[in-house]
């Protein structure tokens, strides 16, 4: 029960934040649940904490941007550009 209301406060405090905020904190604990469950210490959770604020960061500062689109080209590597009309 703990848990839950646990989760429900931190769902609640990320409603009032922008997307590049909550890219970071979600890409954050995601990424110290992971590192800490391959590395099995503090050391892995706070590097995969690092990683995973940083790359939430930046996808969630590409969708504040109006008319920009994701595109893959055929060599898978990723660009923006504008969408189309």
């Known amino acids: 029960m703990k848990k ?3 989760l429900v406060l931190l769902a609640l405090s990320v409603v009032s934040c922008t997307q590049t905020e909550k ?3 979600i890409g954050a604990v995601s990424g110290a649940i ?3 469950a391959i590395t099995g210490d503090v ?3 706070a590097v ?3 990683i995973g604020g940083v790359s ?3 996808i969630g500062h590409v969708t504040e941007q109006p008319g920009q689109c994701y595109y893959r080209d055929r060599y898978g590597r990723r660009y923006i ?3 189309p009309r």
């Open 4 to 6: 839950a209301i646990v």
């Open 23 to 25: 890219g970071a904190g």
């Open 34 to 36: 992971i590192g800490g």
């Open 43 to 45: 050391r892995g959770a």
């Open 48 to 50: 995969g904490a690092a």
């Open 56 to 58: 939430g960061a930046v």
């Open 81 to 83: 550009d504008s969408c």
